[in-house]
């Protein structure tokens, strides 16, 4: 298991920027690949990013494209999301979620961080 720890949420303008990170522990040499996610009220949990954990190969959700970086910092097993010009649609829970198999079974889950974009 790789217990994950997000940080870095908060309550921003429209316009504005957050930087959420992620601290994975346990066994972090065997991950392959590390995710973001966000659940608003009454809506699904949506896919945001991911990075492949060697290969370092990023996917965005197409409504974050271009707004929003991950990236991770190799000494401390973190990663982070980068969010810039945020939308009131960007509110949500966000969560970090680790695979140690492939880039799409993940299930390692952080406990969520509120992220809240006023208008």
């Known amino acids: 298991q790789v217990p994950l720890v997000e940080s870095g949420g908060g309550l921003v303008q429209t316009g504005g920027s957050l930087r959420l990170s992620c601290a994975a522990s346990?066994?972090?040499?065997?991950?392959?690949?590390m995710a973001w996610f966000r659940q608003a009220p009454g809506k699904a949990r949506e896919f945001v990013a991911r990075?492949?954990?060697?290969?370092?190969?990023?996917v965005y959700a197409d409504s974050v494209k271009g707004r929003f970086t991950i990236s991770r910092d190799n000494a401390k097993s973190t990663v982070y999301l980068q969010m810039n010009s945020l939308k009131p649609e960007d509110t949500a829970v966000y969560y970090c979620?680790?695979?140690?198999?492939?880039?799409?079974?993940?299930?390692?889950w952080g406990q969520g961080t509120q992220v809240t974009v006023s208008s």
């Open positions: 979620a680790a695979s140690l198999y492939n880039e799409v079974d993940y299930g390692d």
């Open positions: 346990g066994r972090t040499f065997s991950i392959y690949a």
């Open positions: 990075m492949s954990w060697r290969e370092r190969k990023t």
